[in-house]
């Protein structure tokens, strides 16, 4: 396996209202995607471009959201992961469960917000950093 380019990166945050503004009003972002909501990942998301990658702004969505024990940590938000393409998603699973990393809800790929299928790798085996693999994105989509 060999990752490819960074798609984005993971910012949590307890309002994405806020966050918008920041990336807007502060750092000049011009290029901000609606916000839309991943139930079954118990998140709500905005992507917001930058030349060359995008910033993903992660709010928690309900009481059950995984965001919220991030929040607990860090109430103001911060880095949550980074997230590189992969061409085969289940490729890439494979052989980081054969040399022994910890792929996190099991190891089953599930569609995460660009509607492709991602994994996560726990931390403690990704030198302390969150990594989010997603599969490449097709042409057109």
Do not use: W
Request: aromatic fraction near 4%.
């Amino acid at each position: 396996m060999k990752i490819g380019r960074l798609n984005h990166v993971g910012v949590a945050t307890p309002s994405i209202e806020d966050s918008i503004k920041l990336y807007r009003d502060f750092l000049g972002a011009t290029k901000i995607h609606e916000p839309f909501d991943l139930p079954e990942q118990g998140v709500r998301v905005c992507f917001v471009d930058v030349p060359n990658s995008q910033i993903e702004l992660i709010e928690p969505l309900g009481a059950d959201s995984p965001v919220h024990g991030f929040l607990a940590k860090s109430p103001k938000g911060g880095q949550h992961h980074v997230c590189f393409e992969v061409p085969d998603i289940l490729a890439a699973r494979d052989e980081l469960l054969a040399k022994g990393a910890t792929v996190l809800r099991g190891g089953e790929p599930r569609i995460g917000a660009h509607g492709v299928p991602v994994i996560f790798v726990h931390p403690k085996d990704m030198g302390g950093v969150l990594i989010e693999l997603m599969e490449t994105p097709k042409a057109g989509h």
